[in-house]
């Protein structure tokens, strides 16, 4: 099993700054994905930002030039760096990880989410 743990949401005003961290540990993945997605009340979950065990990453396009995703190998942490904060960015905040194993052509992909952290901004 593979568990994560989301940390670094909180409250901030438009044009602030945040960022989430999330450990992941158990069993993991040599091919897999990070990512963080996020749900407003109301509103399904979305994309934000993904980053590839080879470090190739992708962006919602409502966020690129704000927010810029990482990763910490060593620590089995991802990180995601939230600058110019706008009160739309006011949502739950979920730690995604994605194993992947080769099967054939294809893969076996195995998803685990976080419990999720709330960012509030405030106009």
């Known amino acids: 099993q593979v568990q994560l743990v989301e940390s670094g949401g909180g409250l901030v005003q438009a044009g602030g700054s945040l960022r989430l961290s999330c450990v992941v540990s158990g069993n993991s993945f040599r091919i897999n994905v990070m990512g963080w997605y996020r749900q407003a009340p109301g509103k399904q979950r979305e994309l934000v930002a993904t980053i590839t065990s080879g470090g190739s990453t992708n962006y919602d396009d409502s966020v690129k030039g704000r927010f810029t995703i990482s990763r910490d190998n060593a620590k089995n942490t991802v990180y995601l760096q939230m600058n110019s904060l706008k009160p739309e960015d006011t949502a739950v905040y979920y730690c995604?990880?994605?194993?992947?194993?080769?099967?054939?052509?294809?893969?076996?992909?195995?998803?685990?989410w976080g419990q999720g952290t709330q960012v509030t901004v405030s106009s």
């Open positions: 995604n990880y994605e194993g992947k194993v080769p099967n054939g052509p294809y893969y076996h992909t195995a998803a685990f």
